[in-house]
């Protein structure tokens, strides 16, 4: 995705440099295309950093950035309930913890590699960064797949997670929290064992933790009210709101849940959502409780969702919810739902907004789409970051062994999304992209952890 659009001498040397950075990183990274994906989008939209700022590439910032501080892979034994004995990969990538510890979830699903937790870990370091708080970038998982087991089969196999991974974390070292397929339960199983493991009660080490634990309040939430809050910065910027407004959010977890609870709270109506098999269409608006129940109590698919309500719709194809006409777009699903084609279809149907709950959820395509015809995007590494903010707010309680109300927290992230935007808006214009919040956010995040490695010295 090409950001620069000048052709000073300063600019064409570095778009030079940023080229043979990730050019670097496509050899030395073969095969791993999600990767190479987070890379160039970020490292495109820094070209006006390096013009403007030489020392960057003196200290070979970019070179050590792209690089992680460390992979960890291990194998994941474990006995099913017919006594089979199971063996699943893990992955910890800790990326970067120049401004704190490494910080970023675990996501087990079976489409988990090396491409994606590297993905995963370096947007992390951005979006980390973004929210002010002091947690480097890191993430990881497994390609267990939690669906379909039962509560003793996650249980074991959580525990011999942890039990490999608890050598490599700690709540100064690198603090883990939950992703797609990782939660409450599975935080609970995961936590349990690193305290039998290392015999006394670190409550920092992980987050998204139960309240009865070590918990904030907030925390579900967060990731969804989050993006609902820096979405509404983007409608207020343009002289709109939520109130009477047409959304379509894809996704029926956690960070879906949530999006559509805040923004059905600021008077939109949400008629879409789904899961990995379809989505359903309600034309009265998305019944939020049923959806909870089917998903968050009886584990069930959305489907479901239209035996209840007569009005709704259920279409077998989840990446089909693009068409679907909106005035936002609200992808919370996974990387990569919306392509260039759905991204055409959604301006077709008149989308004025996009803002990304999941982890790039839209191709470097779809992105130029968006961005070519006025559509105003809020890329993850923004959008998203409640979830991180609030888990850096658990650790703080953590440390200091007290528990924040759910208003104070919810007010902590709703002024956390309202710095990363102004913060993004403030960047693209400095330079020279105003109301980009691709190239706001990336040069954002960079700056921060960037100065930081340039006062650490070469480690």
């Not at 003196?58 to 070179?63: C, K, M, S, V």
């Not at 309600?282 to 209840?308: A, F, H, P, S």
């Not at 982890?359 to 105003?376: H, Q, W």
Request: with cysteine.
């Amino acid at each position: 995705m090409a950001i620069t659009t000048q052709s000073s001498p300063e600019l064409q040397a570095a778009q030079s440099y940023v080229n043979e950075v990730y050019e670097t990183v496509k050899k030395r990274n073969p095969g791993e295309s999600e990767f190479h994906q987070a890379v160039k989008e970020i490292l495109d939209s820094l070209v006006p950093v390096f013009a403007k700022n030489p020392k960057y590439k003196n200290h070979a910032i970019l070179e050590r950035i792209v690089e992680p501080e460390r992979l960890i892979t291990f194998r994941v034994p474990w006995v099913d309930d017919q006594g089979n004995v199971q063996v699943n990969r893990g992955f910890r990538v800790q990326f970067n913890s120049a401004i704190g510890p490494y910080k970023g979830g675990l996501r087990f699903h079976p489409s988990v590699n090396a491409s994606i937790i590297k993905f995963l870990g370096f947007e992390q370091i951005f979006k980390n960064s973004l929210t002010g708080q002091p947690i480097g970038g890191g993430k990881g998982g497994s390609d267990f797949d939690p669906k379909g087991k039962s509560d003793n089969e996650v249980m074991k196999f959580t525990q011999s997670f942890m039990t490999e991974l608890s050598k490599y974390i700690g709540p100064d070292v690198d603090v883990p929290a939950g992703d797609i397929g990782v939660g409450a339960r599975e935080i609970g199983f995961m936590f349990g064992q690193y305290k039998r493991l290392r015999g006394g009660n670190e409550a920092g080490v992980l987050t998204g933790k139960g309240l009865t634990y070590g918990g904030s309040l907030t925390r579900t939430e967060a990731t969804g009210y989050g993006l609902v809050y820096f979405t509404d910065e983007m409608l207020k910027t343009k002289g709109e709101s939520f109130a009477g407004k047409t959304v379509v959010v894809s996704g029926s977890g956690n960070v879906s849940i949530y999006a559509i609870e805040k923004a059905q709270q600021l008077g939109a109506k949400v008629v879409a959502c789904s899961d990995s098999n379809g989505y359903v269409y309600d034309k009265n608006g998305i019944n939020l409780d049923t959806v909870k129940r089917l998903k968050e109590v009886e584990r069930k698919r959305i489907k479901e969702y239209v035996n209840e309500h007569p009005s709704a719709e259920y279409h077998e194809g989840c990446e089909n919810i693009w068409n679907i006409p909106c005035d936002i777009a609200l992808p919370c699903a996974t990387q990569n739902e919306i392509n260039e084609e759905a991204a055409k279809t959604l301006v077709a149907n008149g989308v004025k907004f996009v803002a990304e709950g999941a982890n790039m959820p839209s191709t470097l395509e779809a992105i130029e789409v968006y961005l070519s015809n006025d559509v105003y995007f809020g890329p993850a590494k923004a959008a998203n970051a409640g979830g991180v903010a609030v888990s850096a707010l658990e650790m703080a309680q953590n440390s200091a062994r007290l528990a924040w109300s759910f208003e104070e927290v919810d007010a902590k992230l709703k002024d956390i999304m309202k710095n990363i935007y102004r913060n993004s808006v403030n960047a693209a214009e400095e330079y020279g992209h105003p109301g980009n919040l691709v190239v706001g956010s990336n040069i954002a995040g960079f700056l921060k952890v960037a100065d930081t490695m340039v006062a650490h010295g070469v480690i």
